[in-house]
């Protein structure tokens, strides 16, 4: 214990955090209890409480952490192309891979989230999941701005509802194509790839503006 105690506070918080992390993608969080965490941590239950007060607290901080990783992803995705067309491509891409690297991660940011931080008791790392949301839905924005502007997507789309509405649609054709794989495979003769590359163009269709 001596080794541990000269060790960062975050650096013991990031310990229980993984072992929590993979105990919830085995079992469940629900399912899940200190004691299990405690043990696949290697942390005694009471040591367990001076780093986290509930569990509720450890899924805030992983949710925090998702949706850090998700930002990062988008990020980079808009960075890396210039059209409108290939930026969109890019944010496919990047959440396909955000999901099959973190699936776990993926649903968590799909659940709803805490927005109100006056009426109600919450924890810090809810008041930051949400702000780091914000910043996403500003690079969506931006993006949608920014398409509109060139021509190349429809003049007539409302910002905030078509962010919410494609990241939606997004989220749901890739969650849709990890658990029916092979349901589109034998039924459409479709691999995971082709099916989101259909549901992909598809939506892109619908935001682009009508040549003429």
């Not at 000269?6 to 013991?12: A, D, G, Q, T």
């Not at 969650?175 to 034998?186: M, P």
């Amino acid at each position: 214990m001596g080794r541990r105690k000269k060790e960062p506070r975050s650096v013991h918080r990031e310990k229980i955090a993984s072992a929590a992390s993979a105990l919830f993608m085995d079992k469940g969080i629900e399912a899940t209890s200190m004691d299990d965490i405690a043990k696949a941590a290697g942390y005694s239950k009471a040591t367990l409480y001076v780093y986290f007060e509930n569990k509720e607290e450890i899924v805030g901080l992983l949710v925090l952490q998702s949706m850090k990783k998700l930002y990062d992803y988008m990020v980079s995705a808009l960075e890396q192309q210039q059209t409108t067309k290939d930026r969109y491509c890019c944010i496919c891409q990047a959440l396909v891979r955000y999901q099959e690297e973190f699936p776990f991660y993926f649903k968590m940011v799909l659940d709803k989230i805490n927005i109100d931080f006056e009426e109600q008791d919450y924890l810090p790392e809810e008041k930051e999941t949400y702000l780091v949301g914000e910043e996403i839905n500003e690079k969506l924005k931006d993006f949608l701005v920014s398409g509109m502007e060139k021509g190349d997507l429809r003049d007539d789309l409302e910002i905030m509802p078509a962010i919410f509405n494609l990241w939606g649609m997004l989220s749901g054709i890739i969650q849709l194509a990890a658990n029916k794989e092979e349901y589109v495979k034998r039924a459409m003769g479709l691999s995971k790839t082709q099916f989101l590359e259909y549901g992909f163009s598809m939506l892109y269709d619908s935001i682009a503006a009508v040549e003429r």
